[in-house]
Structure formats: structure tokens, C-alpha cells
């Protein structure tokens, strides 16, 4: 009978169990998901992607969703523990990717309850929609990275660069979003930028500043 030797190696094991179970029904549900999502690289315009007919069902992706959670979560233990290694996949990282997880369902629900009343929830559904994809293709080109990397001895700050890495990707995604709220929303530049660094470049600057503590 098998036994495993170390215990931090099966939750690595279960983790890349469950991605590529994750990925086989994304496969089979939603094909043209799973092709934006693993051919990474094929380009993608937001403008065109705008412009086309908008369904809220077709656009949201439970599997693309804990996939970034789960990405966030281990690049959370990362700057947390300061290594990068098998021992990184572990409970502590689901919990930060339940963290992640209820932080941007609360956060949509607020922000597309006061879009509706403004009479801009479908025009934000879609900003949040082709962002979405951008932020996919990346947490699964840097995932990819990370698990080839899990068995190369790297010092603490080479992780933590790393990690950074990971944010500062999501961060530029982020701002080259910037026109599309610009175009889509007729009130003051500042408010926006102001709205935009409170929703989505603040959280991931309390992260850090948690985490140092």
C-alpha cells in the first residue's frame, strides 16, 4: 500500500488534482473559456470584446474564479512565509483564497447594486467581464511558472520578488482599464482614479501591509 511520506507533498498532490478537474469541466462547459484561459497567449482585444452581446451567464466562470483564488492564495503564503516550495501548498492557502474569494463576491454585489441604481450595471458587467479574461490568462501563465518552480531552491527574497510580480501583473491589468471606465462613465477623471485605488489597488496594499506585520 502506498504511503504518503510527507504530508505537505499531498496537498500539492490534491492541488493539481483539483485544477485539472477543474479544467477538464471547463473543457467540456465552457470550451471557448478554457481556450482563452490556456492558449494564454492568443491576444484579446477589450474593445471588440465590449462591443459584443453581453450574457451575464456565459460571462461569469466558477472555474476561472477559484482558479485565481487559489493562485492568490499561494502567492499570499508566499509573501507571508517567504519560500516558495511544496510545503507552500497548504491549508493556510485555501484560507487565503476563501478570503479572496468573499472579498470580491461582496465587493461585485455592492458595486453592481449601486451601478443599477446609476443605470450602469450592464456597461460595468462588462468591464469586470473582459478584465476578467486578462486576469485569467495571467494567474494561469504565472501558475504555471510557480509550479515549475517548486523544487528550485530560491532565497526568501527571490520568492517574495516573485510573488510581488504576480500583484504587480494584476495592478497594470488594472490600469490599462482605465479608458474603458473613462468611456463608459461620465463623471470627473479624479473620481474614477479615486474609485479604482479604493476597489482594487487598495485591498491588494492592505494585503501587503498585513502580511509584513
Given at each position: 500500500?502506498?504511503?504518503?511520506?510527507?504530508?505537505?507533498l499531498?496537498?500539492?498532490?490534491l492541488?493539481?488534482?483539483?485544477?485539472?478537474?477543474?479544467?477538464?469541466?471547463?473543457?467540456?462547459?465552457?470550451?471557448?473559456?478554457?481556450?482563452?484561459?490556456?492558449?494564454?497567449?492568443?491576444?484579446?482585444?477589450?474593445r471588440?470584446e465590449?462591443?459584443?452581446?453581453?450574457?451575464?451567464?456565459?460571462?461569469?466562470?466558477?472555474?476561472?474564479?477559484?482558479?485565481?483564488?487559489?493562485?492568490?492564495?499561494?502567492?499570499?503564503?508566499?509573501?507571508?512565509?517567504?519560500?516558495?516550495?511544496?510545503?507552500?501548498?497548504?491549508?493556510?492557502?485555501?484560507?487565503?483564497?476563501?478570503?479572496?474569494?468573499?472579498?470580491?463576491?461582496?465587493?461585485?454585489?455592492?458595486?453592481?447594486?449601486?451601478m443599477?441604481?446609476?443605470?450602469?450595471?450592464?456597461?460595468?458587467?462588462?468591464?469586470?467581464?473582459?478584465?476578467?479574461?486578462?486576469?485569467?490568462?495571467?494567474?494561469?501563465?504565472?501558475?504555471?511558472?510557480?509550479l515549475?518552480?517548486?523544487?528550485?531552491?530560491?532565497?526568501?527574497?527571490?520568492?517574495r520578488?516573485?510573488?510581488?510580480?504576480?500583484?504587480?501583473?494584476i495592478?497594470?491589468?488594472?490600469?490599462?482599464?482605465?479608458?474603458?471606465?473613462?468611456?463608459?462613465?461620465?463623471?470627473?477623471?479624479?473620481?474614477?482614479?479615486?474609485?479604482?485605488?479604493?476597489?482594487?489597488?487598495?485591498?491588494?496594499?492592505?494585503?501587503?501591509?498585513?502580511?509584513?506585520?
Amino acid at each position: 500500500m502506498y504511503t504518503l511520506r510527507d504530508l505537505d507533498l499531498s496537498f500539492l498532490g490534491l492541488y493539481l488534482l483539483v485544477t485539472l478537474t477543474m479544467f477538464v469541466f471547463l473543457k467540456f462547459l465552457n470550451p471557448s473559456r478554457y481556450q482563452s484561459m490556456v492558449f494564454f497567449w492568443q491576444r484579446a482585444s477589450s474593445r471588440s470584446e465590449f462591443y459584443k452581446p453581453f450574457n451575464e451567464t456565459k460571462a461569469l466562470s466558477w472555474v476561472g474564479f477559484i482558479f485565481r483564488a487559489l493562485i492568490f492564495g499561494l502567492i499570499a503564503e508566499i509573501l507571508r512565509t517567504k519560500n516558495l516550495s511544496a510545503a507552500t501548498f497548504n491549508t493556510t492557502t485555501l484560507t487565503w483564497a476563501g478570503i479572496f474569494m468573499l472579498f470580491w463576491m461582496t465587493r461585485t454585489l455592492v458595486e453592481g447594486g449601486l451601478m443599477s441604481t446609476l443605470g450602469m450595471r450592464e456597461g460595468l458587467l462588462k468591464i469586470f467581464y473582459i478584465r476578467t479574461i486578462f486576469k485569467e490568462k495571467w494567474a494561469f501563465a504565472f501558475g504555471c511558472l510557480i509550479l515549475s518552480l517548486v523544487y528550485v531552491s530560491m532565497s526568501s527574497n527571490i520568492a517574495r520578488i516573485l510573488a510581488m510580480c504576480y500583484l504587480l501583473g494584476i495592478i497594470i491589468i488594472h490600469l490599462l482599464f482605465l479608458k474603458l471606465y473613462f468611456r463608459r462613465n461620465l463623471t470627473k477623471k479624479v473620481y474614477i482614479i479615486l474609485y479604482i485605488c479604493a476597489s482594487e489597488i487598495g485591498p491588494i496594499w492592505l494585503l501587503v501591509q498585513t502580511l509584513k506585520l
